[in-house]
């Protein structure tokens, strides 16, 4: 185990953090991956679609809808179209959709926790520059707004899209919406790619980054459940793991290279080999990692706001806004210290999240109630099989209902915000890098939820 935790990176300790050390005896287990494959895979991007994407004949992703427009130059005999058609209607020898179901059930049996944990988790990808320029040069979590928080949201909206369909394979609604998502990610690299200076040392959104983020979802929260005192069964890791692997084919990682080929155990090794290859904050992180708990304040404050009696409080827009403004650092206080208890206080420091003695009794206690309320509910409702799959079944019907009602138009990722030549950032990372993190950096924080 002294192998693969002996802090010598950044990254390394934030998975030794995160894993826990039932965890990390798993991954002792497993030989690292060399550096030169995950280099490989940043360098990688997704032939099928970019090479589509290259020879598309008057396409508009303002205007056009994605999937009608490759079908149609797909019949129409354009050679990338119907290669890429073909590819994504095609349901590779191993997939085994009853296990696929399973997996999907498994999702609804930890739908809370696994929610909770997505937004914290989502900070290790802000430690990694490279997801942090795309991000900042998107403008998709550039700053703690209602646009931060709704872009988090849509992410949770597709995951329990997909979970929740019944028919997922070609030509379902979870289908079209990771096909999309797809195509969201090509143009977005195609730009940046276009835009960004040519001593770029990575491919925007690269393979290493799509397994990361399939990881993030679909492992992490399972490697963090040990610590959590969640119990999970190795048939639920697995057959999650395997929906997870047929949902990277279609998001177009190569079989060769999905994280979760080789079973869910090494997938866990994979995702501890990755965190610790891509993390390396710098400033560009502070601004990212305070747009996402941030901008989760603001959409939560908003939230509030929506449900307060209208006939008690005033609802002029300025009044409104002046309410929401109030609310968003107490939210932002009790999300900081969730995630110092869940990512770590190392990673925290440095991104400059308000230090557990600066943050008030009341947040803490809040926080700390709100967490375990979540675990305990957790546990409680997998003790007995039938109360399991009931209220998996409830939950399932539950979130399928705010979805719809959240999302009256499935959304057709459009990617309107135009990729910026430069990433420009107002902040300074904290001298000596990760490990020089100080303290007084929240300094820097309330300097973001203010603007």
């Known amino acids: 185990m002294s192998n693969r935790f002996n802090a010598t990176s950044f990254g390394q300790r934030v998975v030794a953090h995160i894993a826990g050390p039932k965890v990390q005896k798993l991954i002792a287990r497993f030989p690292r991956t060399p550096a030169d494959t995950l280099r490989e895979l940043s360098l990688a991007g997704d032939d099928t679609v970019d090479a589509y994407l290259e020879h598309a004949v008057d396409f508009n992703p303002k205007r056009d809808d994605i999937i009608e427009k490759l079908r149609s130059d797909a019949a129409a005999g354009h050679p990338q179209a119907k290669a890429l058609w073909s590819e994504l209607n095609t349901v590779p020898e191993w997939v085994d959709f009853a296990r696929v179901k399973r997996g999907q059930k498994v999702f609804f049996r930890f739908a809370e926790i696994f929610q909770m944990l997505f937004l914290f988790d989502s900070l290790i990808g802000t430690g990694a520059p490279d997801f942090s320029k795309v991000f900042l040069a998107t403008g998709y979590l550039a ?27 070609p030509g379902s609604d979870a289908w079209a919406a990771t096909v999309r998502v797809r195509f969201l990610h090509a143009a977005v ?40 005192g969640i119990r999970s069964s190795k048939e639920e890791r697995e057959d999650f793991g395997h929906a997870w692997r047929y ?54 404050s908003d939230i509030v706001e929506r449900l307060r009696p209208t006939f008690v409080f005033s609802q002029l827009p300025a009044k409104k806004k002046k309410r929401i403004e109030n609310l968003t650092p107490f939210f932002f206080k009790i999300f900081t210290h969730m995630a110092r208890e869940i990512v770590g206080d190392e990673f925290c420091d440095f991104v400059g999240f308000p230090n557990n003695r600066d943050i008030p009794l009341l947040h803490k206690v809040i926080a700390r109630v709100g967490l375990s309320g979540v675990i305990v509910a957790t546990r409680v409702l997998r003790v007995v099989p039938p109360v399991r799959d009931v209220t998996g079944k409830l939950r399932k019907g539950h979130y399928k209902r705010k979805n719809t009602k959240n999302q009256r138009n ?42």
């Open 143 to 169: 700053n703690p707004s209602k646009q931060s928080f709704k872009r988090l949201v849509e992410t949770i909206h597709w995951v329990v899209n997909i979970m929740a369909d019944e028919e997922l394979g």
């Open 189 to 228: 690299r195609r730009r940046l790619a276009a835009k960004w200076a040519a001593d770029e040392v990575v491919f925007p959104i690269n393979q290493e980054q799509n397994c990361a983020t399939i990881l993030s979802i679909c492992v992490n929260p399972f490697m963090q459940f040990p610590s959590l």
């Open 247 to 300: 949902i990277g084919y279609l998001l177009g990682i190569p079989d060769k290279w999905n994280p979760l080929r080789n079973g869910f155990d090494w997938a866990i090794s994979f995702s501890a080999d990755i965190v610790a290859h891509i993390m390396n904050p710098d400033e560009h992180a502070i601004r990212v990692a305070n747009a996402v708990l941030g901008g989760a304040a603001v959409g939560l």
């Open 410 to 451: 499935q959304p057709k990722n459009q990617n309107k915000h135009i990729p910026a030549d430069r990433v420009e950032v107002k902040v300074e990372a904290p001298s000596g890098g990760p490990s020089g993190a100080r303290s007084g950096d929240s300094a820097r924080a309330a300097a973001f939820i203010e603007e």
